[in-house]
């Protein structure tokens, strides 16, 4: 409801300026080619072990840790539901978290490898993420504006399987 959404946000904004994020987690992609990496289906013919460059898990991709030794440098999670559902590793992993603000209501401890954004659900691509990130449609569009924050000299993409198919109007 609107009664309960406008305090959140009001308290996004607050807590907004009391953390500290340490935006240089983020300069290992800076002037180098980095992979954006989905957990979609064909993630399963992708071999990860090959991958030499800086890379972007996003949501869950640790569910595929128990079969490759390939570990992302950085995860991004904007959805409140999959943080919740995944918890228990992002309090545990070392590696660099980028997670909403929304993360610390979820249970979500504060900690030094973790970036916490503002979010909207705007479509606007913005390359300061200091200010906010748009989350759009896909945590994909997230890590563009991750890697275009970055100043990476190019995004390279696997596993994400998008299809979608439309009903034609009656």
Same mark, same amino acid.
């Given at each position: 409801?609107?009664?309960?959404?406008?305090?959140? $946000? !009001?308290?996004?904004?607050?807590?907004?300026?009391?953390?500290?994020?340490?935006?240089?987690?983020?300069?290992?992609?800076?002037?180098?080619?980095?992979?954006? %990496?989905?957990?979609?289906?064909?993630?399963?013919? &992708?071999?990860?072990?090959?991958?030499?460059?800086? @890379?972007?898990?996003?949501?869950?991709?640790?569910?595929?840790?128990?079969?490759?030794?390939?570990?992302?440098?950085?995860? =991004?999670? %904007? +959805? #409140?539901?999959?943080?919740?559902?995944?918890?228990?590793? !992002?309090? @545990?992993? +070392? $590696?660099?978290? *980028?997670?909403?603000?929304?993360?610390?209501?979820?249970?979500?401890?504060?900690?030094?490898?973790?970036? !916490? *954004?503002? %979010?909207? +659900?705007?479509?606007? !691509?913005?390359?300061?993420?200091?200010?906010?990130?748009?989350?759009?449609?896909?945590?994909?569009?997230?890590?563009?504006?991750?890697?275009?924050?970055?100043? &990476?000299?190019? *995004?390279?993409?696997? #596993? =994400?399987?998008?299809?979608?198919?439309?009903?034609?109007?009656?």
């Amino acid at each position: 409801s609107s009664i309960s959404y406008f305090p959140r $946000i !009001f308290l996004d904004k607050f807590l907004f300026l009391f953390i500290n994020n340490d935006y240089s987690l983020l300069k290992i992609f800076t002037d180098k080619d980095c992979l954006i %990496v989905g957990n979609g289906p064909s993630l399963n013919k &992708t071999d990860l072990e090959k991958i030499k460059m800086p @890379s972007i898990g996003m949501n869950k991709i640790n569910l595929i840790f128990d079969k490759t030794t390939w570990r992302p440098d950085l995860i =991004v999670c %904007v +959805n #409140g539901l999959v943080i919740n559902q995944n918890k228990d590793f !992002f309090n @545990s992993t +070392n $590696i660099t978290l *980028v997670l909403p603000i929304k993360a610390l209501y979820l249970g979500i401890r504060r900690r030094p490898n973790i970036i !916490f *954004v503002k %979010v909207s +659900n705007s479509l606007n !691509f913005t390359k300061n993420i200091q200010k906010g990130i748009a989350i759009g449609s896909t945590v994909t569009y997230t890590c563009l504006q991750i890697a275009a924050f970055s100043e &990476t000299k190019s *995004v390279n993409i696997v #596993g =994400v399987d998008h299809s979608f198919k439309l009903k034609p109007k009656d």
